[in-house]
T-cell receptor, first 110, second 116 residues
């Protein structure tokens, strides 16, 4: 069963611009995570935000979480061509199982 | 760095064959997972294991079984492969379910299975 849903499904921007992706989910969560997947490869963990946190930063990444709206956003600032990938949100309702959304395909044009 | 290694990157099998996908992790993680990924459907959990010889069904276990005889190794078995099992299969691992720091999952590079 799909818990998280990313929006938009695809996003195309120019290098240097900011990219914002959103995730909505349905049930209460312990934490929400964002992962990145380069074409044809495995997923790589980017950042985790707990249910009692509202905002978190890691380098050029900024994640927000609004539990009242059951939504999260991932902002990538000053995008680079190397940021081209699919981005997934994953929600945790237990301490070991994650449920992934369908992903946002980000294309950063040089 | 955590390393999750999937033994085969690309496989082509015939309908009805028994298929084994092997996965090994080197970080002594308790939890291991098998997902499949299909266009438009995202990642779907097939099975997971939280300890040696322990397994639980995920969202789409039909047509699959798993084996975890050793902590570092988690195998996915397709008893009789069918064309609708053509997909990318991703193995993953994570630390103990009791962790208080979250449950980051570490993925392998994926195995592309084509059933003809």
């Amino acid at each position: 069963s799909q818990q998280g849903e990313e929006d938009p499904q695809a996003l195309s921007i120019q290098e240097g611009e900011n990219a914002t992706m959103n995730c909505s989910y349905k049930t209460s969560i312990n934490n929400l995570q964002w992962y990145r997947q380069n074409s044809g490869r495995g997923l790589v963990h980017l950042i985790l935000i707990r249910s009692n946190e509202r905002e978190k930063h890691s380098g050029r990444l900024r994640v927000t979480l609004d539990t009242s709206k059951k939504s999260s956003s991932l902002l990538i600032t000053a995008s680079r061509a190397a940021d081209t990938a699919s981005y997934f949100c994953a929600t945790s309702v237990s301490n070991y199982k994650l449920t992934f959304g369908k992903g946002t395909l980000l294309t950063v044009n040089p | 760095d955590v390393k999750v290694t999937q033994s085969s990157r690309y496989l082509v099998k015939r309908t009805g064959e028994k298929v084994f996908l092997e996965c090994v992790q080197d970080m002594d993680h308790e939890n291991m997972f098998w997902y499949r990924q299909d266009p438009g459907l995202g990642l779907r959990l097939i099975y997971f294991s939280y300890d040696v010889k322990m397994k639980e069904k995920g969202d789409i276990p039909e047509g699959y079984s798993v084996s975890r005889e050793k902590k570092e190794r988690f195998s996915l078995i397709l008893e009789s492969a069918s064309t609708n099992q053509t997909s990318m299969y991703l193995c993953a691992s994570s630390p103990s379910r009791q962790t208080s720091s979250g449950n980051t999952i570490y993925f392998g590079e994926g195995s592309w299975l084509t059933v003809v």
